[in-house]
């Protein structure tokens, strides 16, 4: 595949539209509104979806060209099902920008990168993966957790 960053262009209802398409593959329920509702702000633009009721997903847009620049989970709970949840939603945020991922071998290599995550560090832990950075960390005195995908620079 190319490494050029415009094959990340995507639009935030290409990028629903993707996630939701992953999750059908992945058997899963979650799903972003077929055009989420864009928040204006002074800088960047954002949308956000309560997919459950313990995870949101926030997308940052590019003021200029209308682009989804990030997309962020924030995850409430770190119980196996939980996290299991946030490696199925990472999943579809990574595939919401890049297509042609195959989401079983996406969530099999993304639950790699979360186990790998050492909670004593409290750094977050990254990977390059098909031109993304993906980044997950946790606040476990908060018991949150999060998952970045964005373009890789």
Do not use: W
Request: aromatic letters at 8%.
């Amino acid at each position: 595949m190319s490494t050029d960053s415009s094959r990340f262009r995507v639009e935030p209802g290409q990028f629903a539209e993707r996630f939701n398409r992953c999750m059908e593959k992945l058997s899963q329920r979650f799903r972003i509104e077929d055009v989420p509702k864009v928040k204006v702000g002074p800088n960047q633009d954002t949308f956000q979806s309560n997919s459950t009721h313990q995870i949101t997903i926030i997308g940052t847009i590019d003021k200029k060209s209308g682009y989804v620049v990030n997309a962020m989970l924030v995850a409430r709970g770190n119980d196996e099902q939980g996290m299991e949840n946030i490696i199925v939603h990472a999943t579809g945020m990574a595939a919401g920008y890049e297509p042609e991922i195959i989401p079983v071998q996406a969530k099999k290599d993304i639950s790699r990168l979360v186990a790998a995550y050492n909670p004593h560090k409290d750094e977050p832990i990254s990977m390059v993966y098909k031109g993304l950075k993906l980044t997950y960390g946790m606040q476990a005195d908060m018991g949150l957790s999060h998952f970045s995908v964005r373009p890789a620079e």
